[in-house]
Structures are given as structure tokens and as C-alpha cells.
Nanobody, 117 residues
Framework: VQVVESGGGLVQAGGSLRLSCVAS????????MAWYRQAPGKQRELVAL????????NYADSVKDRFTISIDNVKNTVYLQMNSLKPEDTAVYYC???????????WGQGTQVTVSS
């Protein structure tokens, strides 16, 4: 399974960005897709997760009401719409694709998001 993120960049505080992540290969048992982020000197943290069946979502408290995760099951693509961005959202954002037989999932290479104040 290959996981590829795109859409990162530099944005001013209060701005918006949309991240995309495509999972390809043997994705027949894909159960969920998630976005994580890791800022310099900090641990990687879950930002948002969405189930492929039913569309259940889960968000970190720090991004609720600002970020929205969505999925296109036909394209095996997950999106993260990020609004009202803050400097503390600056991090490398990673996509994780989880399969029923591999709960740890597959990781992408990450995409940098930088929010300037």
C-alpha cells in the first residue's frame, strides 16, 4: 500500500489549506484513514480520523470546529480542510491508512504546513 499526501504550504494565520491523501495498492480492507501531525520537538499526534464505512469521525480537541476530515471511498482519498489556521498548527502532517489486517496502518511521507503570524 502506498500513501501519498499533498496540499501543504505556507499560509498566514486565519487562512485555510486543504490537504489530500491517496492510498493505492492492496487497499481492499481499508478500515479508516487519519491525519496526524508532528511539530518540531513534539510527539506525533492524531489530528482527525474517519472510518471508511459509516464515516464516523474523531478530532483532536485543538482542531474541532476548525478542521474537517472527509473521504472519497471510490478514490481512496481522504481530505483535511483546515480553516482559521493558527501558528500552533505548524507541523508536518502525515496521513495514515489503516487496514483490517494491519491496524498500525501505512504512513505517507508527510507534507509541511507552516502558519505565519
Amino acid at each position: 500500500v502506498q500513501v501519498v499526501e499533498s496540499g501543504g504550504g505556507l499560509v498566514q494565520a486565519g487562512g485555510s489549506l486543504r490537504l489530500s491523501c491517496v492510498a493505492s495498492g492492496s487497499t481492499g480492507s481499508l478500515s479508516s484513514m487519519a491525519w496526524y501531525r508532528q511539530a518540531p520537538g513534539k510527539q506525533r499526534e492524531l489530528v482527525a480520523l474517519i472510518a471508511t464505512i459509516g464515516g464516523m469521525t474523531n478530532y483532536a480537541d485543538s482542531v474541532k470546529d476548525r478542521f474537517t476530515i472527509s473521504i472519497d471511498n471510490v478514490k481512496n482519498t481522504v481530505y483535511l480542510q483546515m480553516n482559521s489556521l493558527k501558528p500552533e498548527d505548524t507541523a508536518v502532517y502525515y496521513c495514515n491508512a489503516r487496514l483490517l489486517l494491519r491496524p498500525s496502518g501505512y504512513w505517507g511521507q508527510g507534507t509541511q504546513v507552516t502558519v505565519s503570524s
